[in-house]
């Protein structure tokens, strides 16, 4: 439970959460952390909390370096309870300091927890005197939340990021040149698709205003603080904010009998036909957060169902509700099933793709189980299709 000092006397106070596996839906197999900041200047500075059951480890760690009733200023980047939770118990121990947000953070802030604490309002341009160094404020609505804002110290060229660049990994290394580079860019990607999709022009104009910084380390909320790969994060989260895509084509299916999943491994022909790579993934054995993170940089969108009582498979359902709701621009659909007598399931997937927003090949619909010569005939056609 050592706390890490990142500069001098800039220190990591945050907690490791080595057990969490659901983020609200999100399949957190590595579990996460979050990160909390402590910057000892004339005036203490904690930058950040926990989640509220990591406060103990949290305030191990900040007893370490001073006593937490030294503390000025609490700057509340974000107010979602993974970063706020411990706030009220931290409070307890600082009853005067200042707890530092923007408009909405402050409003925000009261309906969580109901303290009145000591409130200030910041917002983009304003700037926090610590002593040697300076705090400045960018805020970064719906990156995640609509009061979101980082934090940047110039004199330490450091950006206190909060949702921004994290990735759900718990682990005794805080850096990312400590820990595998491929497997950090996955779960950088994996908490992009999971979190951030919905906001990429939003996170572009976030992008702008942090491109006009210097910055030698970025400190995020969650996961490693990031120091060596600082180039290789902010490219990556142009292409994926710009909904750039790769010649990728994602298959995703259930099945009762084998009939959807042959008509699932003809489309994949289709794809391969015209060099694209390909994922086929069966609901029974894939979490839905797993194929967001292959999606992000997938063109088409293929989603298979079966017909079961007049409607589809309800692992289908769940994906087309995370799917629609993660909104996922600039993409192609394709409905595809299986059916013996209603056969409403490809409706009903074709319906929802639509509502995402994508453009939509012709479906592929056969009764029962499919035949070779005409899942042939629907390969040609879909090949004819696939630009
Ligand atoms: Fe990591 Fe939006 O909270």
Not at 2 to 14: L, M, N, P, S, T
Not at 157 to 183: C, T, V, W
Request: charged share 25%.
């Amino acid at each position: 439970m050592k706390a890490i000092e990142i500069k001098k006397d800039i220190y990591w106070i945050g907690g490791i959460d080595w057990d969490l596996r659901n983020f609200h839906g999100y399949l957190t197999q590595r579990g996460s952390t979050y990160n909390s900041y402590l910057i000892v200047d004339e005036k203490i500075t904690l930058i950040d909390n926990v989640k509220h059951y990591l406060f103990e480890e949290q305030l191990s760690r900040i007893s370490q370096i001073i006593d937490p009733a030294k503390i000025d200023y609490v700057i509340q980047n974000h107010i979602e309870m993974d970063h706020s939770g411990s706030l009220p118990r931290i409070m307890e121990l600082c009853p005067n300091a200042q707890v530092v947000a923007s408009p909405q953070g402050v409003e925000g802030l009261p309906k969580h927890y109901k303290k009145k604490w000591n409130f200030k309002t910041v917002k983009s341009g304003d700037v926090l005197e610590l002593g040697k160094r300076q705090l400045h404020f960018v805020q970064t609505p719906m990156v995640h939340w609509p009061d979101n804002m980082v934090s940047y110290c110039p004199q330490e060229k450091m950006l206190f990021s909060n949702d921004a660049f994290g990735q759900h990994i718990a682990s005794s290394e805080r850096f990312d040149d400590e820990y595998p580079f491929n497997i950090m860019m996955h779960e950088a990607a994996k908490y992009y698709a999971n979190i951030v999709l919905p906001y990429g022009r939003q996170v572009q104009k976030a992008l702008e205003t942090v491109g006009t910084l210097k910055i030698e380390t970025i400190c995020p909320s969650h996961g490693l603080i990031i120091r060596k790969y600082i180039p290789e994060i902010l490219e990556i989260y142009k292409k994926w904010s710009a909904n750039e895509v790769d010649k990728k084509a994602l298959i995703i299916y259930d099945t009762m009998w084998g009939s959807t999943r042959m008509i699932a491994n003809s489309i994949q022909e289709a794809f391969e036909a015209k060099g694209y790579q390909t994922r086929l993934f069966n609901l029974q054995n894939i979490h839905i957060s797993d194929i967001m993170t292959e999606i992000l940089t997938a063109k088409y969108i293929c989603v298979g169902s079966p017909t079961l009582n007049n409607n589809i498979l309800p692992t289908v359902a769940s994906f087309l509700t995370y799917l629609k709701g993660l909104a996922p621009k600039d993409r192609v659909g394709l409905a595809f099933g299986s059916y013996g007598w209603g056969g409403q399931s490809v409706g009903i997937v074709e319906k929802i793709l639509q509502e995402c927003g994508f453009e939509m090949l012709d479906q592929i619909k056969l009764q029962y189980v499919p035949d070779k010569d005409v899942l042939n005939e629907k390969e040609k056609q879909l090949i004819e299709m696939i630009k």
